[in-house]
């Protein structure tokens, strides 16, 4: 790990820091207050998590526990690899545990979209998805982002039946994040099949947040675009 961490830092950009403490509203009252950025684009995050696929769930948690977002990120991609090279189901669960019981630890937006339907949504094809409801109904921001997000692997199947439940949870949740979260996978399902989508739509566009909104229609004409937006 210690290796891992020299690896990190050697490829450190204050200046490119600077701009990501911004842009993921790291200041105070803001939702990333607190976050530390190093300032590594992702693929240099990717290839660092590559040569060193192997760390325990110890050492990941340590990363994890970290205030530096580049090595809570890091942290995420090994897990997400160790989840897709095991065949074992038992290693499986204990990854998506371990992954459940940081939920505090994964706290940026980024962290979760990268991560979350990878792990849970995953595992949770074949399997009963209460977690995700209990998520939804959380008081914690990330855990309702976790929760949506994880139904982009679900949609990507053709399952849209939990991605609106949960989106139904979660119409009047008041934070930005969840609204984006929300309208994203709503386009997501409209890729899959339209009528699906408009058929939720129509049921809430009038009194659904304008930015969740906005997400799930970006993709339509003009025409539908302003007939959705109309109130």
């Known amino acids: 790990m210690k290796n891992l961490i020299k690896d990190l830092k050697k490829l450190a950009n204050p200046e490119k820091a600077k701009l990501l403490q911004g842009f993921f509203k790291t200041g105070k009252g803001d939702y990333g207050e607190g976050d530390i950025f190093l300032g590594i ?11 060193y ?18 090595y809570r990120l890091t942290s ?3 897990l997400i690899d160790q989840y897709q090279r095991t065949e074992n189901k038992k290693l499986k669960k204990q990854i998506v545990n371990f992954y ?36 939804a109904k959380s008081k914690s921001l990330w ?11 679900f949609i990507k199947h053709n399952q849209f039946d939990d991605a609106l439940k949960i989106s139904e949870v979660l119409i009047n949740d008041k934070h930005d994040l969840i609204h984006k979260a929300v ?9 899959k099949n339209q009528a699906v989508e408009e058929k939720f739509l129509k049921k809430y566009y009038k009194t659904m947040p304008r930015t969740m909104l906005r997400y799930a229609i970006e993709r ?4 539908k675009r302003k007939f959705y937006m109309k109130k």
């Open 41 to 51: 684009v992702v693929p240099e995050q990717r290839k660092v998590a590559k040569r």
């Open 53 to 70: 696929n192997d760390l325990s769930l110890k050492e990941i948690q340590k990363l994890l526990n970290s205030k530096i977002h580049e």
């Open 76 to 78: 995420l991609f090994i």
């Open 100 to 135: 459940l019981k940081n939920t505090q630890n994964i706290n940026n937006w980024d962290l979760i979209d990268l991560s979350a339907p990878k792990i849970m949504g995953d595992y949770l094809l074949e399997k009963d998805r209460k977690v995700l409801y209990k998520l």
């Open 143 to 153: 855990e309702k982002r976790i929760a949506v997000l994880s139904t982009f692997m």
């Open 183 to 191: 309208g994203w996978m709503l386009r997501e399902i409209g890729k």
């Open 220 to 223: 339509f004409d003009d025409k």
